[in-house]
């Protein structure tokens, strides 16, 4: 596993900054709904939008809808349920079709979850998530669900930190990325991308194709970052930094 170093203070100069939120920019919680966002990361985006002329966008396995509960009304771009609906700046909101059988898993999930104790079933307007953080032994159970709610439906199975998801195939945050740089804001930019996820390395793979980089957070892993950062503590420290190297 290659050693990566911090970014430079330096990387947003010229450059169009995708953020993923959960473990990105807000530690990981045990249900979706006990996160919040501070005074402090919601001046540092209003700063970071400002330093790099809009170029800003959060790109997120969370609905759209609840990443914009979580901002107010945002002024930057936002893709939620990893890639699969876009709200654009101005208020336009494109969404995938949300199929049927959704709510048949939904069904299915909260009776699991209701036999386990511990799980969390998320209910997204594209897919449903099983969150075990709180019952880690129930992992098995949860994904071999997940997997034949999935293969049955038709639909994509989606793994990430200690959930399982089954959600509309067809996109992903490296879909994401290349959609929000086409936009006349973004053309032309670096793409940075910040996430630390699995499900983010597709946004990592497609900001390295597009000549920019990705910033892995957290443990050391197999990943086409080309940097990392320890934490959310330190990234939040790291991108107050960098928007001051912007003022320069």
Same mark, same amino acid.
């Given at each position: 596993?290659?050693? =990566?170093?911090?970014?430079? $203070? ?7 900054? @995708? ?5 990105? =920019?807000?530690?990981? $919680? ?8 501070? $005074?402090? =990361? ?5 700063? =970071? ?21 979580? @901002? ?27 199929? /049927? ?10 009776? @699991? ?14 897919? #449903?998530?099983?969150?075990?953080? #709180? ?17 049955? /439906? ?32 973004? /053309?032309?930019?670096?793409?940075? @991308? ?30 086409? /970052? ?15 930094? $960098? ?6």
């Amino acid at each position: 596993m290659t050693h =990566l170093p911090p970014p430079p $203070a330096d990387l947003l100069r010229d450059a169009a900054l @995708f953020l993923d939120f959960d473990g990105t =920019l807000v530690e990981l $919680a045990e249900h979706p709904e006990a996160v919040a966002v501070d $005074a402090r =990361l919601a001046a540092l985006i209003d700063r =970071l939008s400002d330093r790099l002329d809009g170029r800003v966008a959060i790109i997120s396995g969370r609905p759209v809808s609840g990443i914009r509960a979580l @901002f107010g009304d945002p002024h930057f771009a936002v893709s939620g349920s990893h890639g699969l609906e876009v709200l654009w700046p101005d208020g336009t909101h494109t969404r995938a079709e949300r199929p /049927a059988a959704l709510d048949r898993i939904v069904v299915a999930m909260k009776a @699991f979850a209701t036999a386990t104790r511990g799980v969390l079933v998320e209910e997204k307007p594209l897919g #449903a998530a099983l969150h075990y953080r #709180a019952v880690p032994e129930a992992e098995a159970q949860a994904h071999d669900l997940a997997r034949q709610l999935a293969a049955d /439906a038709g639909l994509h199975l989606q793994t990430g930190k200690m959930m399982v998801e089954v959600r509309v195939p067809g996109a992903d945050k490296g879909t994401a990325l290349r959609t929000l740089m086409q936009s006349p804001a973004m /053309a032309g930019a670096r793409p940075v @991308f910040l996430g630390d996820d699995d499900t983010d390395e597709p946004a990592m793979v497609a900001a390295r194709a597009l000549g920019g980089a990705g910033v892995l957070i957290g443990a050391a892993r197999e990943t086409a /970052a080309a940097y990392r950062l320890d934490s959310v503590a330190s990234t939040l420290h790291w991108l107050e930094a $960098a928007t001051e190297s912007l003022a320069a």
